[in-house]
């Protein structure tokens, strides 16, 4: 039996490997341990502090903590096997990489963590520019993690012996090549700054632009996402935004509706000033309308009907259709009870007897 273990293979012996396999599977039931005692153990207890940041701590260090478990493991393995010198090299480069993008990983979770936790709540204060700074939170976010992961791979490849400067230098020169080939890119994440500097929109704003009409959802580098009224997500490029006429429905101080409606022509002078009176009262029964921007005018003789133009505005709190079924209503029962006939197209025909 032991004669089985001193069989060589790779240049090694076979207990060699069989040491080298249990410490990596060792390292995986450490990290299973690791993960049940955090779940059952440690969050526990700091979900009763009152401080956030202990929760936010446990919950981002957790899977960078685990992954660097498993590569000191391999490296352990891997360093007690005679794998020859250039594997080792290579085996040595790549721990090296993997080890500062953990951290690059970890320190990326963190800060998503913190202005989630921290700066986004402070953006829900004011309810008047909430939704803005929320938008502008988000972009800086992404932005600040670019950062980071840039950062973390340049020193990774640094780390591993690659000439940075040169890679620094090699990419300027291609760099009018690439910027020539993302035009497009490039124009939308102007775009992205011009609307995160003029702010014509907001996040949860509804607005039309370009033939779209939807609430925004996200505000991008690259693209803006609405959702219409199909509940479908619309990607718009931000160049297209910018180049675009944008109407904001969502800043109105109020929502201007205006109706026409048609009387018959035999509806007396009286009765036409009852129907504007019963028009300009309607604030009395309809409280979502607006007292001070109510107009009621006999505008036009139509080809069938003697014309009212009623225009109102709805307050920026009411339910837009709910608000306008209500008045609907409210017209009809009221010239009903006071005898006003809708008028609909009719054509009278006179017939001449030649006899």
């Known amino acids: 039996m032991l004669l089985f273990f001193e069989r060589v293979i790779l240049g090694n012996r076979l207990s060699d490997w069989g040491i080298s396999l249990l410490i990596i599977l060792g390292a995986f039931l450490l990290n299973k341990g690791i993960s049940l005692f955090n779940k059952n153990v440690i969050q526990k207890i700091t979900a009763k502090s009152r401080n956030r940041l202990d929760d936010i701590l446990v919950k981002t260090l957790e899977a960078p903590v685990l992954l660097g478990i498993a590569l000191i493991a391999i490296w352990v393995a891997a360093r007690r096997l005679d794998l020859g010198a250039q594997v ?5 480069r790549a721990y090296q990489i993997l ?6 990983w970890f320190l990326v979770k963190l800060t998503s963590a913190l202005i989630n936790e921290y700066l986004l709540p402070l953006s829900k204060e004011e309810e008047s520019n909430r939704r803005l700074d929320e938008s502008m939170i988000r972009i800086l976010r992404r932005i600040l993690l670019g950062i980071i992961w840039a950062i973390g791979i340049v020193m990774a490849l640094n780390n591993a012996g690659v000439n940075v400067g040169a890679l620094l230098a090699s990419l300027g020169i291609g760099g009018l090549a690439v910027a020539l080939a993302a035009q497009d890119t490039l124009k939308n994440f102007l775009g992205g700054l011009t609307i995160f500097m003029d702010r014509p929109f907001r996040i949860g704003d509804r607005i039309i632009t370009g033939g779209f009409d939807g609430t925004v959802e996200d505000v991008g580098i690259r693209s803006t996402r609405i959702r219409n009224f199909d509940k479908r997500i619309i990607t718009i490029p931000n160049y297209k935004i910018v180049d675009a006429a944008i109407e904001n429905v ?9 109706l026409k409606i048609g009387l018959t022509y035999d509806t007396s002078p009286e009765k036409m000033k009852e129907a504007i009176t ?36 709805i307050k920026k709190e009411a339910d837009i259709m709910n608000t306008i079924s209500k008045v609907n209503t409210e017209i009809l029962d009221q010239f009903n009870a006071a005898g006003l006939d809708f008028a609909f197209p009719t054509r009278t025909v006179y017939i001449e007897n030649q006899n």
């Open 88 to 92: 080792d090299r290579v085996i040595y």
């Open 99 to 104: 080890t500062v993008l953990n951290i690059t």
């Open 250 to 258: 969502s800043i109105e101080p109020m929502r201007r509706v205006v």
């Open 278 to 313: 019963i028009l300009k009262n309607m604030p009395k029964k309809v409280l979502e309308i607006d007292s001070n921007e109510v107009n009621a005018y006999f505008t036009d003789f139509s080809e069938s009907a003697l014309i009212i133009t009623y225009i109102y505005f």
